[in-house]
């Protein structure tokens, strides 16, 4: 399926996350696994579909930095990567808002955002108007899902919709800076590098 043919279906998958169902879409990482952020039953599905423990806090998409602002607190370090670096590679940890809360992040003060420079997952999370999550759609250990072909071949049984545009760009996981602290720290290297990351603080 084409990016095109995906954008036509987007409609679709958002009706399957109202509806508190688990979807695969690519995104320009890998294939990611989402349900929408503010369903608890779904997020447990997608713990469950993983094979991922409970305790561990599962990433989120959002739109843009309008609706990382509904859910999280970005400071001057967060804003200045996001603006550097969104939509893209980069997942932000920052602290999240006392009004807000989600089963994703398995009771952490803190919320990993991202926005996915891939326009169907964009386009996914615009039109529900919320975060979902923003996990790998794989096993936990497995191969990273770089194509439809191996989210169908892991968990395609498990999941009630995968968004097929074919490849992923990089298929490489985003980097992971929490800026939680008085520095940002990177807590996982990916596609973007420290260098990239150190001259946007800088900058």
């Known amino acids: 399926m084409t990016t095109s043919a995906a954008l036509d279906q987007v409609e679709k998958a958002v009706a399957v996350l109202r509806d508190s169902g688990v979807i695969a879409m690519p995104t320009d990482t890998l294939y990611a696994l989402a349900a929408a952020a503010d369903d608890a039953d779904a997020v447990r599905r997608v713990f469950a579909i993983k ?60 919320a990993g955002l991202r ?26 250990g497995g191969p990273d899902p770089v194509t439809a072909g191996e989210v169908r071949r892991q968990i395609g049984d498990s999941i009630d919709l995968i968004l097929d545009a074919g490849p992923c760009d990089h298929g490489v996981g985003s980097t992971i800076v929490d800026c939680t602290g008085a520095e940002p720290v990177i807590l996982r290297q990916g596609a973007v590098s420290a260098a990239r990351i150190a001259a946007a603080l800088r900058d």
């Open 51 to 110: 094979g991922r423990k409970q305790g561990r806090p599962l990433p989120l998409f959002v739109s843009g930095i309008e609706m990382a602002q509904r859910i999280a607190v970005l400071n001057e370090a967060a804003r200045r990567l996001a603006g550097r670096f969104w939509p893209g590679q980069l997942t932000i940890v920052v602290a999240k808002r006392h009004d807000y809360d989600s089963e994703a992040l398995a009771g952490s003060q803190t």
């Open 115 to 140: 926005v996915p420079d891939n326009e169907v997952a964009r386009a996914v999370v615009a039109t529900l108007d919320a975060p979902v999550t923003g996990t790998s759609a794989n096993l936990s």
